[in-house]
């Protein structure tokens, strides 16, 4: 079955542009304009309204709000004011302009929707209406894609790992996003092959940036760390608790299932967690992982940002004994 790309299209200049021959490209690409506007006042109007399913609005640099201003030809209200609530809404907003200096220009910055997405289509008569025909399908096709729903979804989460990748050179952002797409589209391979690459990438991520904090106590292994955030630490006395307490079951959680899934086929494991995920081909434990480390991350690093006093931070805690430091 053709796709169909349903957009609304405002333009001041609408009926020269979408004339006979456009309406037939646009027809042959599987493009239906359900709406075109001359002004951006009706076009808010209309997307507030409508329960029609939108894949795309496209607009111009030069329309105005509600009318053209006398001795103004280059009215650019109608793109000042979308720009103010574009993000307000699911689908994508393309800019099709003849003016590449509005980008470039000192108002560029109001109109970074559209250049940091790429989200601009430039008019060139001798290439006609095809460049915004690919655009549209492009970038409707793109916003339907597994990597684009993650990143938008998953958007403030993965933040995070982003943050705390740059501050100790890790590598847990690839890697966690990787498996979120892996785990939508149902592509996870070898799942007990993660569960090391959680505990080093995530766990020791995090170890690790909160020794070099003074958050915790330096060297710990990861079984320490989480004693020592879950206040069981039997080295170290915690004066001011770093971790709400809601988490410390859920830290308790991801560090023995994924030291315990990181090792097949040997004595003293507890649950054998490995072999189980290996020979079930299950998925769900590890995806249970994914989403605890997701919350404990967010939860990790919001301390971090506002802790960044490393001997402030050295007081909240303290040996247990003169001898281990």
């Given at each position: 079955?053709?796709?169909v ?17 456009a ?30 399913p ?16 006398a ?9 000042v ?10 689908f ?19 109109f970074?929707?559209?250049t ?9 008569p001798?290439?006609g ?25 998953y ?14 050179n890790?590598?847990?952002?690839p890697l ?16 007990e ?12 991520l ?7 904090f ?9 079984n ?9 630490s039997n080295?170290?006395s915690v ?36 072999d189980?995920v290996r020979?079930k ?12 480390v997701?919350?404990?991350m ?6 971090v ?13 303290k040996?247990?004994?003169e001898?281990?430091?």
């Open positions: 079955m053709k796709q790309y349903n957009i609304v299209w405002a333009d001041d200049e609408i009926d020269s542009l979408y004339d006979d021959i309406k037939k490209l646009f027809r042959a690409s599987g493009i239906n304009v359900i709406k075109a506007f001359v002004n951006a006042k009706s076009l808010k109007a209309f997307l507030g309204e409508t329960n029609s939108i894949h795309a609005v496209v607009v111009d640099a030069n329309f105005p709000w509600e009318e053209f201003k001795n103004k030809e280059q009215d650019r209200m109608g793109l004011k979308v720009s103010q609530w574009v993000e307000n809404f699911d994508p907003f393309i800019l099709f302009t003849g003016r590449k200096d509005l980008i470039s220009g000192e108002e560029a910055e109001q970074e929707y559209f940091s997405n790429d989200l601009v289509v430039y008019k060139n001798a290439e209406i095809m460049p915004l025909i690919n655009k549209i399908k492009d970038t409707v096709e793109f916003r339907n894609s597994t990597e684009w729903i993650i990143d938008n979804h958007r403030m989460e993965l933040e995070c790992f982003k943050t705390i990748d740059s501050i100790n890790g590598h847990s952002y966690v996003r990787g498996l979120l797409i892996k785990g939508r589209d149902n592509t996870i391979m070898n799942a092959s993660y569960f090391n690459d959680i505990r080093t990438d995530v766990l020791g995090m170890n690790s940036t909160a020794a070099n003074g958050i915790v106590p330096p060297d710990l292994s990861l320490d760390f989480s004693y020592f955030l879950c206040l069981k080295k170290f004066i001011e608790p770093i971790m709400d307490q809601a988490l410390s079951g859920v830290l308790q959680y991801v560090v023995t299932m994924t030291q315990d899934g990181s090792h097949g086929k040997e004595s003293g494991l507890r649950f054998h967690i490995h189980y020979e081909r299950d998925t769900l434990i590890l995806k249970s992982i994914i989403f605890a997701i919350e404990l967010n939860r990790f690093m919001e301390y940002v506002n802790n960044t006093d490393i001997e402030r931070n050295r007081m909240k805690w040996a247990k004994s001898g281990i430091k």
